[in-house]
C-alpha cells in the first residue's frame, strides 16, 4: 500500500460544479497536511493547509479527517482555470511524501 | 518573492553519461530537495538538504548523489545517466520551521 494516495482522474466537471477530491495516508502520527496545485508543464504550488477544524479559502475548503486517515479538498463553483492537478502532501517528521495527484479538467 | 531556478529546463543526455542538474534559490533558505515526477508515480523524494555540506537519502536515492557546497544552491548527479533515470526532476527549497515548499520550474531529462 503507497503511503499517501489519490485517485489519479481525470475527474470532468462542467463550470459551476462541486468537486470533491480524497487523499488517503497510512500513517497515523502524521503530523501536517497540505495540498498543492500543479498546471500542466509547471511547478507545483502551495495551494492551502489542511487543519484539524478545516479552513476554506473562497471556493475552496479543505478537512482533516484523522480516525479515517484522508484528507479532502471541495472546489465550489468550479472555474475553467481550476483545470489542474492537486497534490495532497502529508509530512511526517522531517519527512514529506506527496500523493500522485489527482486531475481535475473543468468544461465550458 | 521566492526564486528557485534550475539550470536547464530541457536536458538530453546518452546512456553512461555524468549528468549534473544545478539549483539555486536566493531567499536564503536552509533546506532543498530534489524530486522525480514521473506518470503514475507523482513527486519521488531523491535527497534533501538541512545545511550546507549535509545530505539526507530520500525515497529513492539509488543512482544519485548530490553536493551542498554553498548555502544557495544544491546539485543532483547522475553517475552514469540510464535511460530509467528518464523523467522530470524538480528542485525545491523551503526555510527552516516551514514546510511550505517553493519549487523550480522543473528539468526534463531524456536519457537515451
Known amino acids: 500500500r503507497k503511503e499517501v494516495e489519490q485517485d489519479p482522474g481525470p475527474f470532468n466537471v462542467p463550470e459551476g460544479a462541486t468537486v470533491a477530491f480524497n487523499c488517503t495516508y497510512s500513517?497515523?502520527?502524521?503530523?501536517?497536511f497540505f495540498w498543492y496545485r500543479q498546471d500542466c508543464r509547471k511547478e507545483p504550488k502551495l495551494l492551502m493547509s489542511?487543519?484539524?477544524s478545516g479552513n476554506e479559502d473562497g471556493r475552496f475548503t479543505a478537512q482533516l479527517n484523522r480516525a479515517s486517515q484522508y484528507i479532502s479538498l471541495l472546489i465550489r463553483d468550479s472555474k475553467l482555470s481550476d483545470s489542474a492537478t492537486y497534490l495532497c502532501?502529508?509530512?511526517?517528521?522531517?519527512?514529506?511524501?506527496f500523493g500522485g495527484g489527482t486531475r481535475l479538467m473543468v468544461k465550458p | 518573492d521566492v526564486k528557485v531556478t534550475q539550470s536547464s529546463r530541457y536536458l538530453v543526455k546518452r546512456t553512461g553519461e555524468k549528468v549534473f542538474l544545478e539549483c539555486v534559490q536566493d531567499?536564503?533558505?536552509?533546506?532543498m530537495f530534489w524530486y522525480r515526477q514521473d506518470p503514475g508515480l507523482g513527486l519521488r523524494l531523491i535527497y534533501f538538504?538541512?545545511?550546507?555540506?549535509?545530505?539526507e537519502k530520500g525515497d529513492i536515492p539509488e543512482g544519485y548523489s548530490v553536493s551542498r557546497e554553498k548555502k544557495e544552491r544544491f546539485s543532483l548527479i547522475l553517475e552514469s545517466a540510464s535511460t530509467n533515470q528518464t523523467s522530470m526532476y524538480l528542485c525545491?527549497?523551503?526555510?527552516?520551521?516551514?514546510?511550505?515548499?517553493?519549487f523550480g520550474p522543473g528539468t526534463r531529462l531524456t536519457v537515451t
Open positions: 525545491a527549497s523551503t526555510p527552516t520551521a516551514s514546510v511550505e515548499q517553493y
Open positions: 500513517n497515523s502520527a502524521s503530523q501536517s
Open positions: 489542511v487543519y484539524s
Open positions: 502532501v502529508v509530512i511526517f517528521g522531517n519527512m514529506l511524501t
Open positions: 531567499m536564503d533558505h536552509e533546506n
Open positions: 538538504s538541512y545545511d550546507v555540506k549535509m545530505k
